[in-house]
């Protein structure tokens, strides 16, 4: 049974660019959430998708998108890159119970480093 | 918009001697998740408390949430090397419907032998 597996492990990209994470849900899972974790602190919300729509979105700007595809995986879009952008990027996953808030199962992350 | 502070920010013990974190949220919570996160890793999954005044047991582990739900505690009984890491607690708010986690500051700990 896999786990939440997430893609690239590592990239490097300047200023300016734009980057492209990937993440697949534990099998059964059908709601997939973002975090950004920043050196030394704790994981923020960036957003999380259910049914292919954007349902929550934490404090980041529009420059931060996402998508989720029919097979619950899911994709995290950064345009114009900043330094301040560098930082581990979770993928978590979980199933969506009404009433019930089921437990996140975290990926390895993407480590993107912005020079 | 709602803060999760959790003290201390570290903690050095010797192997053997018990650790506690303290979580404080500044909003109720519906419900408070426990993370680990080893060096080099990911957050794992832990624990869940829903219910005011709850305290859950894991081996030498012990999890309370406050009664008032904005609080909790994680409490280790004789570390041992294996329980070095980052301990996060994470808080769902009320009358929240999707799984938003808003994650505490975390504390780190290190265990020496």
């Known amino acids: 049974d896999a786990g939440v597996t997430q893609s690239p492990t590592h990239l490097i990209k300047t200023r300016g660019q734009q980057v492209t994470l990937r993440c697949s849900p534990k099998?059964?899972?059908?709601?997939v959430s973002w975090y950004q974790q920043a050196l030394g602190q704790g994981p923020q919300f960036i957003f999380q998708?259910?049914?292919?729509?954007?349902?929550q979105r934490g404090n980041f700007p529009d420059r931060f998108s996402g998508h989720q595809f029919p097979n619950y995986s899911s994709e995290l879009n950064v345009n114009a890159l900043l330094l301040g952008d560098s930082a581990l990027y979770l993928c978590?996953?979980?199933?969506?119970?009404?009433?019930?808030?089921?437990?996140?199962?975290f990926g390895d992350g993407t480590r993107l480093s912005i020079l | 918009g709602q803060q999760v502070m959790q003290i201390p920010q570290y903690q050095h013990v010797q192997e053997g001697e018990d650790f506690t974190t303290y979580c404080n949220s500044s909003?109720?919570?519906?419900?408070i998740q426990w993370y680990k996160q080893r060096p080099g890793g990911h957050p794992v999954f832990l624990i869940q408390?829903?219910?005011?005044?709850e305290v859950k047991k894991q081996k030498r582990l012990t999890f309370q949430f406050g009664e008032a739900k904005k609080n909790s505690s994680l409490h280790i009984t004789a570390t041992q090397t294996t329980d070095v890491g980052t301990y996060f607690c994470?808080?769902?708010?009320?009358?929240?419907?999707?799984?938003?986690?808003?994650f505490g500051t975390g504390t780190r700990l290190l265990v020496s032998p």
């Open positions: 909003t109720t919570l519906s419900n």
């Open positions: 408390l829903v219910k005011s005044g």
């Open positions: 998708y259910y049914e292919e729509e954007e349902r």
């Open positions: 978590a996953s979980s199933l969506r119970r009404t009433g019930r808030d089921q437990p996140q199962h």
């Open positions: 994470a808080g769902q708010s009320m009358n929240t419907g999707f799984q938003k986690l808003v």
């Open positions: 099998s059964g899972h059908d709601t």
